[in-house]
């Protein structure tokens, strides 16, 4: 017995009803009987000529990456664009983009936050007007067809087959890092090429990279040729992080720039609120049910703090933001997250620089590799 | 000795409850048990005893829709699992009725969600009534909600004892406009829901009462 959508094998894990085996495994993802065939709700996209609409042309070293994807792409190669955190991932695929619609072939922007499958596909409606883009994720389940196919990997259930070129964002995050089930619904959804992007490498991605099963792409300069802001790390006790964390917001607040304080759990960020609450901080967490409107809130400028989990340390820009972590040597702060989180700073051409405070009570291993790696990326920032 | 895997989040079950030396099987792991919000209190409401088990919330709205919109079928003997034998002695002395679907979902389902949840603990559970729509409730406004009643209706040859202890059955309570209904088409003094909704038991606060259902 095997389930063709997420390969589960094990016995235990199937069940029977009614003259039917059915997979425990997926069956959150909609219930597949053995033997049943799993159906695309997408239709096939004709030719399209289409040229992305940017308001800034690519640097020089963003169309080298980007053509030197494509290339990889049509000899039938997946591809791993390994860039810096606003180093322009996205921008790099668009070049693919316009080639596989002007074939009439299905793209899909996969994902691994809601959040940022949101941000993105605006930021695809802007450059592609003429497209039809649609987000599909909890909360945008109506329309499940378009040009372009922005998701979360768990919606990729609902695309078996489909995908001709399937852009893989943030390859390294949760939930799709380490998830067998999600990687099958990768394996199934995509009958072309991978694009993967991302500004951090886990063991599992290094692996398939060492087994040459991606060709690698690098890119560690940013658009506006600035560095990478390198975090400032403090030891303190705990108790002094609080009151490091109100000064320093005190004095942002004054210069009047915003501040995300990034926090390891939920609790913290009430606890936060409170303490900054005169600086007009707001909480958002994956249990917060209105974060759509608190970020369109934070980026019209209506809170001037923001106290967020993990939540937020990927593919969010906002123009001029300060980033400051609590109690960065908690084991939820990766090295990986720790750099993406940092990546949050300094993203726009007017607001290139800013400040990143990393606040421990000791220096883990992982602070260490998170800092010397945006050294490292600084050092080369350049196309290699 | 195979361990039990959990029904819920397929995990296998470390602890060994003492359930284990009595079932064959542990379906329910103790994290995934501990998840259910259990309410067990009565409100008394225009002379009917409402019986809530649980506090409708995420973990077990996820739980019903992949019970009854994704099929798992299996999923039918979670909901009681904790309470499989207190409820099997209390309902002994009910006759119990349960509400149902509409035709279109049963014939997609396969199954009658209410029926296959409570049979555990009670056979035979009557079905008398039936939809004229298969709208889901929770599709509709407050407004649209109630006019339930004109939807629902009771089969003419249907045979119910006239016992006074009728026990109706439902999955979950919202606004209780389907349970209002069938109360207008069989009078019972009792209603047994599984769970009910936040804004349910807020509104009816003051209508708690002791009961000794649930003792």
Not at chain 2, 177 to 204: F, G, N
């Given at each position: ?7 589960n094998?094990d ?5 029977y009803?009614q ?22 709700t ?15 042309a ?5 169309e ?19 860039a810096?955190?606003?180093?322009g ?5 668009y ?20 959040q ?41 259930y ?21 998830n ?5 619904f990768v ?37 506006h ?5 390198v ?9 002094f ?9 005190k004095?942002?607040h004054?210069q ?41 809130q ?42 993406q ?11 290139p ?8 009570q ?5 602070i ?17 | ?53 649980y ?7 996820g739980?019903?829709?992949?019970f ?6 299996v999923l ?8 499989k034998?207190f ?11 349960a509400?149902c679907s509409?035709?279109?979902?049963r ?10 949840i ?6 035979p ?7 004229t729509?298969s ?35 439902d ?6 406009q ?19 909704h ?18």
């Amino acid at each position: 017995m095997k389930c063709i959508r997420c390969n589960n094998t094990d016995p235990k894990l199937f069940a029977y009803d009614q003259g039917v085996w059915y997979c425990r495994q997926c069956v959150r993802f909609g219930r597949m009987d053995l033997g049943q065939e799993a159906k695309s709700t997408i239709c096939k996209n004709k030719p399209k000529k289409v040229r992305p609409d940017l308001k800034f042309a690519l640097t020089p070293l963003q169309e080298e990456a980007s053509q030197k994807a494509l290339s990889h792409l049509k000899k039938g190669k997946n591809v791993f664009v390994y860039a810096a955190t606003g180093a322009g991932k996205t921008e790099i695929c668009y070049a693919s983009i316009c080639d596989y619609l002007r074939q009439g072939k299905k793209i899909g922007f996969a994902i691994s936050r809601r959040q940022v499958v949101l941000e993105i596909t605006q930021r695809l409606r802007e450059v592609f007007p003429s497209l039809k883009i649609v987000e599909v994720c909890q909360g945008y389940t109506s329309d499940l067809d378009g040009d372009i196919i922005v998701c979360t990997i768990h919606q990729l259930y609902r695309y078996p087959k489909a995908f001709d070129l399937l852009i893989l964002d943030e390859v390294d995050a949760f939930p799709y890092a380490g998830n067998h089930i999600l990687k099958q619904f990768v394996e199934q959804a995509c009958c072309g090429q991978q694009l993967c992007l991302s500004a951090t490498i886990d063991p599992a991605l290094k692996k398939e990279i060492d087994e040459h099963k991606y060709e690698v792409v690098s890119l560690f300069q940013r658009p506006h040729k600035k560095p990478l802001i390198v975090p400032k790390v403090y030891t303190l006790p705990i108790m002094f992080q609080y009151f490091a964390i109100y000064r320093l917001c005190k004095k942002f607040h004054v210069q009047d720039k915003q501040t995300i304080v990034f926090v390891p759990r939920k609790k913290d960020t009430s606890l936060f609120c409170f303490l900054l609450r005169r600086f007009g901080a707001h909480p958002i967490h994956s249990m917060i049910e209105n974060k759509d409107e608190i970020m369109e809130q934070f980026r019209k400028k209506r809170y001037s703090v923001l106290i967020s989990t993990t939540l937020l340390e990927r593919g969010i820009t906002i123009p001029g933001v300060q980033v400051i972590v609590f109690r960065a040597d908690h084991p939820v702060f990766s090295n990986a997250s720790l750099i993406q989180i940092f990546g949050r700073v300094g993203r726009k051409f007017t607001e290139p620089y800013g400040e990143g405070v990393c606040l421990c009570q000791r220096k883990t291993k992982e602070i260490q590799t998170c800092v010397s790696t945006i050294e490292w990326m600084n050092q080369h920032a350049k196309y290699v | 000795m195979d361990e039990s895997t959990c029904k819920i989040c397929l995990e296998k079950e470390q602890d060994i409850p003492i359930s284990f030396f009595l079932d064959d099987e542990v379906i329910v792991c103790k994290k995934c048990l501990e998840r259910f919000r259990v309410h067990k209190k009565t409100y008394r409401i225009h002379n009917v005893n409402y019986h809530i088990l649980y506090e409708y919330d995420t973990w077990i709205e996820g739980l019903f829709f992949q019970f009854k919109e994704q099929r798992d079928i299996v999923l039918k003997d979670i909901f009681l699992y904790a309470e499989k034998d207190f409820l099997k002695k209390k309902l002994k002395s009910f006759d119990c009725i349960a509400l149902c679907s509409g035709e279109e979902k049963r014939a997609l389902r396969g199954f009658e969600p209410v029926l296959e949840i409570f049979k555990e603990v009670k056979e035979p559970i009557a079905s008398p009534f039936y939809r004229t729509d298969s709208i889901k409730q929770s599709s509709l406004s407050k407004e649209q909600r109630k006019q339930i009643h004109c939807s629902l209706k009771k089969k003419i040859c249907y045979p119910i004892r006239n016992r006074s202890r009728q026990l109706l059955l439902d999955d979950v309570i919202t606004t209780g406009q389907t349970i209002k209904a069938a109360l207008l088409l069989i009078s019972c003094r009792d209603v047994l829901v599984l769970a009910a909704h936040p804004l349910w038991i807020e509104e009816h606060a003051d209508d708690q009462i002791k009961h000794s259902f649930w003792k």
